[in-house]
């Protein structure tokens, strides 16, 4: 199945789901087949990916290997780093508690709420008249 030098996580934010790989490496990150800077081209949705290896001093010790689907950039960046540090917790669990009080490990739930009939979208409501 998988090596034993390598560590799965899954993350998810909102409707993005990422699947990550670590292993012992030098630093390389690929989502998607891509170079993570070419996948995230800003700098925010970057440090968002590396927000975990920040927090835990373990920037360049880790090769990654991402495949994020799903929702939009931010949304996959978020999905990306959830799986992140979760595949840490897999290869050192001394690290959850870093993690935890960066509140890396929560899961953001938010999604779009569904339309509901009678009504023209989630929560509006068509024009009321009396008569």
Same mark, same amino acid.
């Given at each position: 199945?998988?090596?034993?030098?390598?560590?799965?996580?899954?993350?998810?934010?909102?409707?993005?789901? /990422?699947?990550?790989?670590?292993?012992?490496?030098? $630093?390389?990150?690929?989502?998607? $087949?891509?170079?993570?800077?070419?996948?995230?081209?800003?700098?925010?949705?970057?440090? #968002?990916?590396?927000?975990?290896?920040?927090? #835990? /001093?373990?920037? +360049?010790?880790? %090769?990654?290997?991402?495949?994020? %689907? +799903?929702?939009?950039? =931010?949304?996959?960046? $978020?999905?990306?780093?959830? +799986?992140?540090?979760?595949?840490? =917790?897999?290869?050192? /669990? /001394?690290?959850?508690?870093?993690?935890?009080? %960066?509140?890396?490990?929560?899961? %953001?739930?938010?999604?779009?709420?569904?339309?509901?009939? +009678?009504?023209? $979208?989630?929560?509006?409501?068509?024009?009321?008249?009396?008569?």
């Amino acid at each position: 199945m998988s090596n034993t030098n390598e560590f799965l996580g899954t993350g998810r934010r909102k409707t993005s789901v /990422a699947r990550v790989r670590i292993s012992a490496g030098s $630093g390389k990150i690929l989502v998607n $087949g891509r170079a993570f800077e070419v996948y995230f081209p800003l700098e925010s949705q970057r440090m #968002t990916v590396q927000q975990p290896f920040v927090t #835990t /001093a373990t920037s +360049g010790k880790f %090769d990654v290997s991402v495949n994020v %689907d +799903g929702g939009g950039p =931010i949304g996959q960046a $978020g999905a990306v780093r959830h +799986g992140i540090a979760r595949a840490l =917790i897999e290869a050192d /669990a /001394a690290l959850r508690p870093l993690l935890k009080a %960066d509140g890396l490990l929560t899961r %953001d739930p938010r999604m779009k709420e569904r339309k509901k009939y +009678g009504q023209p $979208g989630a929560r509006k409501r068509f024009q009321f008249s009396k008569r």
